[in-house]
């Protein structure tokens, strides 16, 4: 094997926008890394989440769809 061929692994903090911040190893050449989302503010592990519903969309989907995948259709 090829000596001195890998990077570095060392500890690097994580911060995010929101303010949270946390320490995870990584082969980064900087110290610090400055990320916009982590997972809490995103919506989706935040539990914000909402559905945009564009011209009944959503809802036309439930109704199709609603009740499962072997469930009864429901017809027009």
């Known amino acids: ?4 061929i890998h990077p570095s ?3 690097v903090t994580v911060t ?5 911040s946390f320490v995870t190893k990584s082969t980064l050449a900087k110290d610090t890394l ?3 989302v982590c997972s809490l503010c995103h919506p989706f ?3 914000k989440q909402r559905l945009v519903d564009s ?5 036309k989907f439930r109704q199709k769809f609603g009740s499962g ?8």
């Not at 011209?55 to 809802?59: Q, S």
């Open 1 to 4: 094997m090829k000596q001195n």
């Open 9 to 11: 692994y060392k500890e």
């Open 16 to 20: 995010c926008s929101c303010g949270n």
């Open 34 to 36: 400055n990320i916009e």
């Open 45 to 47: 592990y935040s539990g």
């Open 55 to 59: 011209a009944g969309r959503v809802d």
């Open 69 to 76: 995948m072997f469930g009864k259709k429901t017809t027009k």
